[in-house]
């Protein structure tokens, strides 16, 4: 089980008043931060809950490759590549410097052991193998970053590499935009976690020289700090500083906190850890365990006098301001002149909830089967049947 460091600055809960769009900016509980740029998102509703200087333009160092990381899963996901696909490094790869695997020129590794040197190791030539597998150069390949960045409102962000290696000033993010890039990769691709979480993996280098192991150690050390945390990416240079995109899960919620520009390695993972604490502190999570059973509906025009109904799903709700769970309400909707033939699934009803004034959520009742519509022999055959009684 992970160790819980004692942030005993975010256990101190204060009032704080929502902007729309943003976060009060100063809390008592992250006052003394050291960090210049910070923010802490919930991931399932983009829900800021605290930041501090977050759109200034900063350089991410290997931040970065959260960005390249998303790439990747898009690639698998259309089938452009898979995990046991193999790629071959290149010498411009090789040629990577700072954080490295020692990928050796016209060695071969799966797309899977690529992940694991990216987001254990932070691997640079690791990093450059998949952009150059994905679009044939590591500049096309950073083309498609600056566009995915476009399309995901990230204002505040320009690529020049997919490593974070390079010291240009025309790098940059920002602890906003490294929050919402990190949000859609944990949305989309989940599966990410089992990777990020990994604290230490052998994978085997096999090359001209012969064949050797290396151990890939995790560069996240609140991994093994911080109830929860499983994830993100670290970063690190001269010119950026300490950075850290860190996530947690807790009883279903998911955070993720962005540190930029920390000015060492401690307070980077320190401040995380405060960030985290603090975005737990301001939620909670609704489960509703008990949905009222549903009755049977008459369809018009119908073989069946009664079907079956079901919900569509079950409900949570996610808080951020502390409300009183105990004051929800729930009230069933029928839809309007419900009629054959309906296909399996449709929705022919509505489970809704309220908190004092403000709806909170949805959950469609739809069929449990498909209805098919009553025919004229049908109708006969009822009248008949009527009849003979």
């Known amino acids: 089980m992970k160790k819980v460091l004692p942030y005993f600055a975010a256990l101190i809960l204060f009032a704080v008043s929502a902007i729309p769009g943003r976060a009060v900016e100063t809390t008592d509980a992250l006052a003394g931060m050291q960090t210049p740029h910070a923010i802490v998102m919930e991931v399932s509703t983009g829900k800021i809950l605290y930041e501090k200087d977050a759109d200034a333009k900063v350089h991410p160092a290997s931040v970065t490759k959260v960005m390249t990381v998303l790439l990747v899963f898009e690639a698998l996901e259309k089938g452009q590549i898979t995990l046991d696909q193999e790629v071959v490094t290149s010498a411009h790869a090789k040629s990577m410097g700072g954080s490295q695997v020692f990928l050796e020129e016209g060695e071969i590794q799966t797309v899977e052991t690529l992940l694991k040197c990216i987001l254990i190791a932070s691997g640079n030539d690791a990093a450059v193998s998949m952009a150059e597998k994905i679009a044939g150069t590591e500049d096309a390949f950073v083309s498609m970053m600056n566009e995915e960045a476009a399309r995901l409102g990230m204002a505040n962000t320009h690529f020049v590499d997919c490593c974070g290696l390079t010291d240009s000033t025309d790098h940059y993010t920002s602890a906003r935009d490294v929050a919402i890039v990190s949000r859609e990769l944990l949305l989309r691709f989940p599966q ?43 970063g690190s240079t001269s010119i950026a500083k300490y950075c850290l995109s860190a996530t947690a899960q807790r009883d279903g919620i998911r955070l993720v906190a962005s540190v930029m520009t920390s000015p060492d390695s401690k307070v980077r993972f320190r401040e995380a850890g405060e960030l985290l604490d603090y975005g737990f502190s301001r939620c909670s999570m609704y489960y509703d365990e008990n ?99």
Not at 199 to 221: C, P, Q, R, Y
Not at 318 to 344: M, V
């Open 291 to 389: 949905m009222e059973p549903l009755p049977t509906i008459e369809v018009k025009g119908s073989l069946e006098k009664q079907i079956e109904v079901k919900y569509a799903k079950e409900f949570s709700y996610l808080s951020t301001e502390k409300e009183d769970f105990s004051l929800i309400e729930k009230r069933t909707e029928w839809e309007n002149g419900i009629s054959a033939p309906l296909k399996e699934g449709a929705q022919v009803g509505t489970y809704i909830y309220t908190l004092g004034e403000k709806e909170i959520g949805r959950v469609p009742i739809i069929t449990a089967g498909a209805v098919e519509k009553a025919g004229y022999l049908d109708y006969l055959n009822e009248l008949w049947t009527q009849w003979a009684i």
């Open 192 to 234: 990410v976690v089992e990777y990020t979480d990994i604290w230490m993996e052998d994978i085997t280098h096999v090359t001209a020289k012969g064949s050797s192991i290396f151990t890939l150690t995790n560069t996240n050390k609140l991994l093994r700090a911080y109830n929860g945390c499983d994830g993100l990416k670290t």
